[in-house]
């Protein structure tokens, strides 16, 4: 008999195991080269900002420099702005589908990650979607890095039936 901790723990978990706003369409294979192209465009624009940089990386978690801070907050602000106007206008996606919002728990789980991936992010001097601009730039040794958060979420994954949540 299970007790109503692990049936909650189910269903929070079983809307993020699913992307609930999935599309339903079936497309042909050279539809997703726009993901291709927005990547590529997106990691330009990082090496650009100087958002790959490791010093500007040190600098963010020393204090030392702005710079990370007002584009992570720009990022932030241009999100917010963006849900907003979806909602306020009822935005659809470019196929006509509606956009749905859900509201997310609290987990004290989420600090414990959280202070995980600063710490990861300090040390290596990376994140996922930096990650691999760096290593686009020749910053081979960004691999290990790569490899490294591959299989910590292969380790979460294999375990999280095991840990409390």
């Known amino acids: 008999m299970q007790n109503k901790d692990q049936n909650t723990d189910f269903e929070t978990r079983s809307l993020d195991t699913v992307c609930v706003n999935e599309s339903q369409l079936e497309h042909k294979w050279y539809h997703n080269l726009k993901y291709l192209v927005i990547g590529l465009l997106f990691g330009i624009v990082f090496?650009?900002?100087?958002?790959?940089s490791w010093y500007r990386i040190q600098e963010m978690f020393r204090?030392?420099?702005f710079h990370?801070?007002?584009?992570?907050?720009?990022?932030v602000v241009v999100g917010m702005l963006s849900i907003f106007l979806i909602k306020k206008f009822n935005i659809k996606t470019i196929y006509g589908e509606k956009i749905e919002f859900h509201d997310k728990t609290f987990n004290k789980g989420q600090i414990y990650g959280g202070l995980l991936f600063?710490?990861?992010?300090a040390i290596t001097g990376a994140?996922?979607?930096p990650l691999f601009a760096q290593i686009g730039t020749g910053a081979t040794v960004m691999i290990v890095t790569l490899l490294s958060a591959v299989a910590g979420t292969w380790v979460y994954g294999y375990f999280r039936?095991?840990?409390p949540h």
């Open 63 to 65: 204090f030392q420099s």
């Open 118 to 121: 600063g710490l990861g992010w």
């Open 127 to 129: 994140c996922p979607g």
């Open 68 to 75: 990370m801070y007002g584009i992570i907050g720009s990022a």
């Open 47 to 52: 090496i650009k900002a100087e958002v790959i």
């Open 161 to 163: 039936d095991k840990l």
